[in-house]
């Protein structure tokens, strides 16, 4: 896989949208069905596990906005691109995804870290 995988684009759907009875349509979209999601918060497997995550996030960050925060690099069909969290115009976290895909490009595996990269101690 060398261009863009769309799945991406779904998955960052699924966190904007605004009615939580259209979440599931956008993560089919994007996900495979064995989806394993980890970041410093929470482990999921599977797409009802992921989306009781959003859900979850979503309660706690009400009225937040998801937004890709870099270009996407892929090689391999793994991906990785930063993201912000931003809510009332404010900044409330920055991370990265290194996201792996399946063979027809849904997502496979997301390993999310939070904050910027840490400074180097040399």
């Known amino acids: ?21 259209r979440v599931r349509a956008h993560l089919e979209k994007a996900l495979s069905p064995e989806v394993v999601f980890i970041d410093p918060s929470i482990v999921t497997r599977g797409i ?5 995550n ?34 009332d115009g404010e ?7 290194v996201t792996e895909l399946d063979e027809e490009g849904r997502v496979l595996r997301v390993l999310g870290f939070f904050g910027p990269l840490p400074a180097s101690e040399d």
């Open 1 to 21: 896989m060398a261009r863009y995988p769309e799945s991406l684009d779904h998955m960052l759907a699924a966190w904007n949208e605004r009615h939580p009875e």
């Open 48 to 52: 009802d596990e992921f989306e009781a």
């Open 54 to 87: 959003v859900h979850e996030v979503h309660g706690r960050l009400p009225r937040a906005e998801y937004r890709r925060a870099s270009g996407v690099d892929l090689h391999h069909d793994v991906v990785r691109y930063a993201w912000e969290i931003h809510r």
């Open 91 to 97: 900044l409330v976290l920055p991370g990265f995804d």
